[in-house]
């Protein structure tokens, strides 16, 4: 790729983020979340006009689906979220910036280093002033999705030991579930009683909701297929696509490790389901149970 061509591409990107910014912000009802992303969309632009300067000037337009796609998981996942993983790219295009600041005019070398000084810390810095109410509440949620998916798929695992059944698994899954949902939203709400900050009636909703949403997609495949590991193997898949999901939506908004709270999370999901299945089988066989006996 010669130097126009890196040029372009560059412009391109930054007139991308530029046009995500400023359609967030005429979205955005809250005064202090609007004014950060306005000021995001004003520095991109600036980044844009740098690089499209350098370029000759030609006729660049933003990637369309870029936007409408980043508008439409706004909806979906929040700004907090949308904006810390557009972000999350900037590293690539420090690095890209650095690689090729020695092949840029002289008299231009103080500006590219001023737009990488934004891309690396003035940006972050209006990018923590976000504020998002879902944000408060994440932490319930990932409560009900991460309990239901541990205490779900061990009681399936324990039934895989007693029963050939997938309907009695798929029906245990269900009604174990729906009582442990209720009981984990009421111990979200007395918890969130104490916190001046939330709300206890949305925060024993988003447990108890997310809670039975996990209960439904992990007894689901009982209901659909007929051989019982099979249907053990499909939710615990399930199970581990879940985790995945909610894992790195924390990892991108809290800035953890992915793979470390995957891990721990997947580790703890499958070593509930061994020993659930153990005593499973050891209770089968002292009591004689099987898909007969029921």
């Known amino acids: 790729m010669d130097n126009r061509e890196l040029y372009l591409n560059n412009a391109k990107n930054e007139l991308t983020e530029c046009v995500v910014y400023r359609e967030l912000a005429r979205r955005e009802k809250n005064p202090e979340n609007k004014a950060a992303l306005e ?3 004003m520095q991109e632009h600036g980044h844009y006009l740098f690089w499209r300067d350098l370029a000759g000037n030609p006729d660049i337009k933003p990637e369309r689906h870029a936007v409408w796609g980043t508008i439409l998981l706004r909806d979906i996942l929040g700004i907090t979220f949308i904006t810390k993983f557009a972000e999350s790219h900037e590293k ?7 690689a090729i600041l020695s092949t840029i005019p002289d008299d231009r070398k103080a500006q590219l280093l001023a737009i ?11 990018i923590a002033q976000l504020k998002e109410k879902r944000i408060a509440y994440i932490g319930f949620i990932v409560l009900g ?9 061990g009681t399936h695992a324990g039934f895989l030991g007693v029963t050939g059944s997938t309907l009695i698994a798929g029906v245990s899954g269900v009604i174990v579930g729906f ?6 939203a009421s111990a979200s709400y007395l918890q969130a009683k104490q916190d001046l900050e939330k709300s206890p009636f949305i925060s024993a909703a988003a447990t108890g909701i997310s809670y039975l949403c996990s209960v439904i997609c992990l007894a689901l495949p009982y209901f659909l297929i007929r051989t019982m590991f099979v249907a053990f193997a499909t939710s615990t898949s399930v199970g581990i696509l879940l985790i995945a999901g909610f894992t790195f939506y924390g990892a991108i908004v809290f800035d953890r490790k992915f793979w470390n709270e995957f891990g721990e999370a997947v580790m703890l999901m499958l070593g509930t389901a061994v020993a659930t299945f153990f005593v499973g089988t050891i209770v089968g066989k002292i009591f004689h149970l099987n898909a007969g006996n029921f």
């Open 145 to 153: 999705l991460a309990d239901a998916i541990v205490e779900i798929t």
């Open 39 to 41: 000021k995001l969309s």
């Open 179 to 184: 009582a442990a949902a209720i009981s984990m």
């Open 116 to 126: 990488i000084d934004d891309e690396q810390s003035h940006e972050q810095t209006l």
């Open 92 to 98: 690539d295009s420090v690095a890209t910036y650095r």
